[in-house]
Every structure is written in structure tokens, then in C-alpha cells.
């Protein structure tokens, strides 16, 4: 369970970055009402210094022999700390985690910021000092693509698997209202991600896109899916609101999670 939750953790963590900073140039002052009119190039584009505070939910529930409910809330800071080039480092701290799980029956509460921790809360908050006691570091281009990644408590990153295979990849051109594109990218140890992602809406505030994608194992079988949407402030880039809806297995069973996530 503990590589679990924080893979999932990570592949949420990964999908938010991707969709939380400055857009190249200003397309506040841009004119793009219309679905006929000026297309905007995307890029990631933060400056040294940049903290971004997100707090993230995660619903997963799965059915079956091994019936699992859990409730996760997650407070976090996300950092921009260098900039070589187009190459960004991000820095990601974990500052709370609380958690609500039935799992077979079993029921389990965990906050990690109460003062003392008993019986399987216990458990879990050692299992959980990993994220909560180092910061994550990543490199990322300004077209998402993970160059590096550092997971505290961990021998290596492929125990997590390509992590860096699940970010979401920014258009090569500019983009405008109902404009999509797509990328396939290898999970190691796992399979291939197939992704597409979609402008719905740019408003005079907002800038909407939507995503989906499968995931599919080594002989090519799909055994996984997502859809979800962003909603991108146009004066900052930031993510105001981001939704993923997810159906894929972990650890032999077929898990639903819906996840949100809302800057602060």
C-alpha cells in the first residue's frame, strides 16, 4: 500500500504542474473571444522563486473480495528553485496529509499533523515521512517533459515506475478554442499511456482544457483510463480548479479515483 499511495500521489502531483504555470507571454492582453481568432502558444514559463500552494482530494473507492474506501486531502508548496535554459528544477513539499480509509472492514484515520499517533495511524505516518519530511525534486522543460526525478526514501525511481512517462506533454504549436493534441508515452515495467488533450474555453479570465487518455499494458490489452479538466487563470497560469477522474488497477484490483485540486 505505502508505493501505492504515494504513486498516486506523484502521478496527481505531476498532472498539476503540468497545468500550473505562466503560459508563454501575456495572453491576458491577447484577443482570443472568438473560436476563429488567435491561437495561443502554451508554455511553461515560471520564474525563480515561484511558490504555488495547492491543496489536492483524492476519492478512490474499489469493489470486489477486497472492498477498499479512502478519502485523502493533501497540502502542498511547489517551488521553482533554478532555471538553466528551458530547463526548470522544482522543489515540492508535502506540509499535510489526512486521510479517512475502509479498507476489508477496517477502518483507519491518519492527520499528520496531530501531536501523537496510535495503532495503524502510527503505521501509516512512518510510512508517510518520506513525502513529508524531504522535499521532491524534479526538472521539467518548458514543454513538460521530466528530465530528472528525485523520490525521498526510495532506492531508485524506477521502484515508482517511469513517473516521468505520465506528465502531461504541452502542444508543439500554438493552440485556440476546440484545438487538440496527443502523445503516447512508455510506462516502465507497465505498459504505454495514451494521451489527447483538448482547449474547450478561453474566457477573458480562464483558459479551460480537457484531457483524457488510456493506459494499456506490454502486449498492448487496455487496462486503465482518465478524463478530467483544467481551469487555468490567463493573468498567472496557475490552476484555479482541476478535476481527474481515473479507473485503473493497483495492486490487483480495479480502483475508481476522482481528484481535485485548488490553489490557495
Known amino acids: 500500500m505505502k508505493k501505492s499511495l504515494i504513486a498516486i500521489c506523484l502521478f496527481t502531483l505531476l498532472f498539476n504542474l503540468n497545468c500550473s504555470k505562466t503560459p508563454d507571454g501575456d495572453i491576458a492582453n491577447q484577443s482570443i473571444e472568438s473560436v476563429e481568432g488567435d491561437k495561443v502558444l502554451i508554455r511553461l514559463k515560471p520564474r525563480v522563486g515561484d511558490t504555488q500552494k495547492t491543496i489536492m482530494t483524492m476519492?478512490?473507492?474499489?469493489?470486489?473480495?477486497?472492498?477498499?474506501?479512502?478519502?485523502?486531502?493533501?497540502?502542498?508548496?511547489?517551488?521553482?528553485?533554478?532555471?538553466?535554459?528551458?530547463?526548470?528544477?522544482?522543489?515540492?513539499?508535502?506540509?499535510?496529509?489526512?486521510?479517512?480509509?475502509?479498507?476489508?472492514?477496517?477502518?483507519?484515520?491518519?492527520?499528520?499533523?496531530?501531536k501523537e499517533q496510535s495503532g495503524m495511524g502510527a503505521i501509516m505516518h512512518d510510512q508517510m515521512k518520506a513525502l513529508l519530511n524531504k522535499p521532491i525534486s524534479m526538472k521539467m522543460s518548458d514543454q513538460g517533459k521530466i528530465s530528472d526525478f528525485s523520490l525521498p526514501g526510495m532506492a531508485n525511481n524506477q521502484q515508482m515506475g517511469d513517473m516521468s512517462s505520465i506528465s502531461i506533454p504541452l502542444p508543439e504549436k500554438p493552440v485556440g478554442v476546440g484545438d487538440s493534441w496527443a502523445a503516447e508515452r512508455p510506462l516502465e515495467?507497465?505498459?504505454?499511456?495514451?494521451?489527447?488533450?483538448?482547449?474547450?474555453?478561453?474566457?477573458?479570465?480562464?483558459?479551460?482544457?480537457?484531457?483524457?487518455?488510456?493506459?494499456?499494458?506490454?502486449?498492448?490489452?487496455?487496462?486503465g483510463n482518465f478524463d478530467g479538466n483544467y481551469k487555468l487563470d490567463r493573468s498567472t497560469g496557475f490552476t484555479k480548479d482541476g478535476t481527474i477522474n481515473m479507473d485503473l488497477p493497483v495492486q490487483g484490483q480495479q480502483m475508481k479515483m476522482k481528484i481535485n485540486f485548488k490553489s490557495l
Open 59 to 114: 476519492d478512490m473507492s474499489a469493489d470486489g473480495t477486497q472492498s477498499m474506501k479512502m478519502n485523502m486531502v493533501m497540502n502542498m508548496d511547489m517551488k521553482v528553485t533554478d532555471k538553466q535554459d528551458n530547463l526548470y528544477t522544482y522543489e515540492v513539499k508535502y506540509n499535510s496529509i489526512k486521510m479517512n480509509m475502509n479498507a476489508g472492514g477496517m477502518e483507519m484515520s491518519y492527520d499528520s499533523n496531530a
Open 189 to 223: 515495467g507497465m505498459g504505454n499511456m495514451k494521451m489527447n488533450m483538448k482547449v474547450d474555453k478561453i474566457t477573458v479570465d480562464d483558459l479551460i482544457i480537457e484531457t483524457s487518455g488510456d493506459i494499456s499494458d506490454t502486449s498492448g490489452t487496455k487496462i
